[in-house]
């Protein structure tokens, strides 16, 4: 198979684990690394490098320097280097930083969902896929900053990214395991097809429980459809004991692999089976054949594509985000902004794509007025 080049832009803790794995293959992939600290890159790169070196693989990678918030810069990059995919990690403020919060602080403030720290996510990828059409090239790019929204928020303009990774991928190892035990199966003879939007996925991972919020779940053994003899809600519960798993940073493993099977099966053209957010700027998460084109939904034969999109739809709602307009205009849901209004003094009830950027800074000052008060 011809190598491919890949583009990874960001190097923070999802990216540094999808650049140690990537790094761990035969395969004779071209890869470049980009961020802001060179000298961080230099040795991050380096330490990834020299430790597949340690394992046996020869990796082709090197390092750029490159600020994804100056739009040509980037797109010169990008031009010169001529990736066939993109990783992008790129965020302005990560999820995960609330979770250093005090225990209780960070639980009230986490009550708030994902959906209204969204500027944070979709700025920095909005001027990447700015960059991305600059150029002109036919360059696939995989997004991990909460793809579930982002993306399709740049769908309404042109520029979404080609998938997702993450949310709805991570918790399907778990679930997996938890069915193969209830089943008395063999784990490789298991299989499942899970539409569900971040929301539920986070809940089923950390709650066992999916909050409420509409999700689509087949299980097969060997092919053939076993979900009736599965009590979910026991299936789930199993998240939370015997399956239970590291989050936060720690968590950001599995995130990783995620990403790493989504890049493996792009670059390799595999059309493996895999789930991922997103594809093709649909909102939330889905089961889908990869290949180098991206991510095709796989439906089961009692859901439609237009349900599969409804219910992520609905779910995006419990996660802070009340709908997307045509322009991609944003409304957020009362609830959860009300929760950011009262712990952070931060408010927003509606957001143009060209107000993210704005918006993103108020909120970050926010926060870091509102964290110092528990340092």
Same mark, same amino acid.
Request: proline residues 6%; hydrophobic residues 40%; charged residues 10%.
């Given at each position: 198979m011809e190598p491919k080049r890949i583009m990874l832009i960001g190097l923070g803790h999802v990216g540094a684990h999808v650049l140690d794995m990537i790094l761990r293959t035969h395969l004779t992939h071209k890869i470049l690394v980009a961020g802001r600290n060179q000298q961080y890159l230099h040795q991050r790169t380096n330490l990834s490098a020299l430790s597949a070196i340690q394992l046996?693989?020869?990796?082709? *990678?090197?390092?750029?320097?490159?600020? *994804? !918030?100056? @739009?040509? !810069?980037? %797109?010169?990059?990008?031009?010169?280097?001529?990736p066939d995919i993109i990783f992008s990690s790129v965020s302005l403020q990560s999820w995960w930083v609330i979770t250093k919060l005090p225990k209780p602080v960070f639980e009230s403030l986490d009550e708030a969902q994902l959906g209204p720290w969204l500027p944070m996510h979709l700025t920095l990828v909005y001027k990447l896929m700015q960059a991305v059409k600059q150029?002109?090239? $036919?360059?696939? *790019? @995989?997004? %991990?900053?909460?793809?579930? *929204?982002? $993306?399709?928020?740049?769908?309404?303009?042109?520029?979404?990214?080609? @998938?997702?990774i993450g949310n709805v991928a991570n918790v399907i190892p778990g679930l997996r395991s938890s069915i193969a035990l209830k089943l008395d199966k063999s784990l490789e003879d298991v299989e499942i097809r899970l539409f569900a939007h971040h929301y539920v996925s986070h809940r089923l991972s950390h709650l066992g429980n999916a909050g409420g919020a509409p999700f689509h779940l087949t299980a097969l053994v060997n092919g053939e459809n076993l979900t009736k003899f599965l009590d979910l809600n026991t299936v789930f519960e199993l998240l939370t004991t015997k399956f239970k798993r590291l989050g936060g940073l720690d968590g950001m493993l599995i995130t990783a692999?995620? %990403?790493?099977?989504?890049? $493996?099966?792009? %670059?390799?053209?595999t059309g493996k089976i895999i789930h991922a957010p997103a594809p093709n700027g649909l909102p939330g998460g889905y089961p889908v054949r990869v290949n180098a084109q991206g991510g095709e939904v796989i439906l089961p034969d009692d859901l439609t594509l237009d349900k599969a999109i409804h219910l992520n739809e609905e779910g995006q709602r419990f996660d802070g985000i009340d709908k997307i307009e045509e322009d991609g205009t944003v409304y957020f849901t009362d609830k959860e902004m009300n929760i950011m209004k009262y712990m952070l003094g931060y408010e927003c009830r509606k957001m143009t794509l060209l107000e993210s950027e704005d918006i993103a800074n108020t909120l970050r000052i926010k926060y870091i007025e509102f964290a110092k008060k528990y340092r």
């Open positions: 046996g693989f020869y990796p082709d *990678v090197n390092y750029i320097e490159l600020d *994804v !918030q100056n @739009i040509e !810069q980037t %797109a010169h990059t990008i031009s010169v280097f001529k150029t002109g090239l $036919n360059i696939k *790019v @995989i997004n %991990a900053s909460y793809p579930d *929204v982002v $993306n399709p928020i740049l769908n309404k303009v042109g520029l979404s990214p080609t @998938i997702g692999a995620s %990403a790493t099977t989504v890049i $493996n099966a792009m %670059a390799n053209n």
